[in-house]
């Protein structure tokens, strides 16, 4: 029976390939067993990484942040940002001009647009996470509806205003926190 080698003493193909840098231009450099894969007594160093290539001393730990620097941590407060999208439906509805298609659109868009504000308002009244779900998905579905009928006046160039192009932006938002929080939830859920 044929005894079996050892791994210490098998031969590696890559143990034997000289190791190589890429220079840039097709070409590579060899290492002569100082330079730059190790220091000048043969110790390798951790490589550095960044634009500099310089080794800096500081660690991490030590290096300001500008979110430590804040007085107040900064809070994402949907509630505030679902009256300010529903303000600007409003200032929207507003300065549309007056004809029947315009009518139209600014009572659906009025609808629908403002509507975010209040179902959130249910959803954090939920009684149970199906009711937290329900409430969340007629949130979504509202939302929405706003970027249909948005993408419709835009469409329709019966309103050109760049702050159209915001709040379809703000819309488009909106459903992806939505959709990620009923996501997240229902797979909590199980």
């Not at 730059?36 to 550095?48: S, T």
């Amino acid at each position: 029976m044929k005894r079996k080698t050892s791994n210490t003493k098998r031969r590696t193909p890559n143990a034997e390939r000289p190791v190589v840098q890429w220079i840039g231009d097709g070409r590579v450099q060899e290492d002569t067993g100082r330079g730059w894969l190790g220091n000048q007594d043969g110790r390798p160093y951790a490589p550095v990484y960044g634009a500099s290539r310089r080794r800096d001393s500081t660690l991490n730990a030590q290096r300001p942040t500008p979110n430590a620097q804040r007085k107040t941590n900064p809070r994402f407060n949907l509630e505030e940002r679902l009256l300010e999208f529903s303000m600007r439906i409003i200032r929207l509805v507003d300065a549309l001009p007056t004809t029947w298609t315009a009518n139209h659109l600014a009572g659906q868009i009025l609808r629908s647009g403002t509507s975010p504000y209040g179902n959130h308002g249910e959803v954090e009244a939920a009684e149970s996470c199906k009711d937290f779900v329900h409430k969340l998905k007629v949130c979504l579905k509202e939302l929405k509806e706003t970027r249909r009928w948005l993408r419709l006046v835009k469409q329709s160039k019966i309103f050109a205003e760049k702050n159209l192009v915001l709040i379809l932006a703000e819309s488009e938002e909106f459903i992806r926190i939505f959709f990620a929080s009923v996501r997240t939830t229902e797979k909590n859920a199980k």
